[in-house]
């Protein structure tokens, strides 16, 4: 009965491959994000997504590409893998557009490039 | 863009201590919101607040918000050793804008 869920929970993969992050809810939310915490704890969104339009695109690398099937996916695709990418990424949901409410989060992917 | 810078950056005090964290930010904002982060986990959502409420209380929770300051206080009474964890403040204006984080406080409550 997990509200927010991502997969995999650990990526440890090379430079240059390209790799995906799933994440899915179930509590019926319109809005999912997409959020970078570096290594110093600092989250910074990437992404926002509401019912499958895209609504926020922070200066984020064109090689991660966020795509939403339906409103309780959100997956985020990576190509050309960097160094600099290795992270851990949060998805999360709410139940009303921008901030007005409280988000949930699920329990991210943590992503190591070598 | 970072909004919010916790203080102080860490924390540490013995187990039925309150404990104290702050929250200055730089804009106008519509909510002010606190998450907890246990090591490894996600973040959990703890209170909301509203730029027209000055308090509000959750549990062992207190937040108050001075908007004319720019800032928000975080008081967790009777701190318990499964406190410990990273707080995080975060705002939104009143825009179509997703949360934007501080940095956190890093609590440690000693049994």
């Known amino acids: 009965d997990t509200a927010v869920s991502q997969t995999p929970k650990y990526l440890v993969t090379q430079m240059g491959n390209d790799k995906s992050i799933k994440c899915e809810q179930n509590?019926?939310?319109?809005?999912m994000y997409w959020y970078k915490q570096d290594s110093k704890k600092f989250l910074k969104i990437m992404f926002s997504?509401?019912?499958?339009?895209?609504?926020i695109n922070e200066t984020v690398p064109n090689r991660f590409s966020p795509k939403s099937p339906d409103k309780a996916h959100l997956n985020l695709h990576i190509n050309s893998l960097e160094l600099g990418d290795s992270a851990v990424y949060f998805c999360?949901?709410?139940?009303?557009?921008?901030?007005?409410?409280?988000?949930?989060f699920g329990s991210g992917t943590r992503l190591t490039v070598v | 863009s970072q909004q919010g810078e916790e203080d102080p950056q860490a924390l540490s005090i013995q187990e039925g201590e309150n404990a104290t964290m702050n929250c200055s930010y730089k804009?106008?904002?519509?909510?002010l919101q606190w998450y907890r982060q246990n090591s490894g986990r996600g973040l959990v959502h703890l209170i909301l607040?509203?730029?027209?409420?000055r308090e509000k209380h959750s549990g062992r929770l207190r937040v108050t918000l001075d908007t004319s300051k720019k800032s928000s206080s975080l008081l967790i009474t009777a701190s318990r050793a499964a406190d410990t964890a990273s707080y995080f403040c975060?705002?939104?204006?009143?825009?179509?804008?997703?949360?934007?984080f501080g940095k956190g406080t890093r609590l440690s409550v000693i049994a």
């Open positions: 999360a949901s709410s139940q009303v557009k921008s901030g007005n409410a409280g988000y949930t």
């Open positions: 975060a705002t939104t204006d009143s825009g179509n804008t997703p949360l934007v």
């Open positions: 997504y509401n019912n499958k339009e895209l609504i």
């Open positions: 804009t106008s904002i519509n909510n």
């Open positions: 509590l019926g939310h319109d809005t």
């Open positions: 607040i509203r730029s027209n409420e």
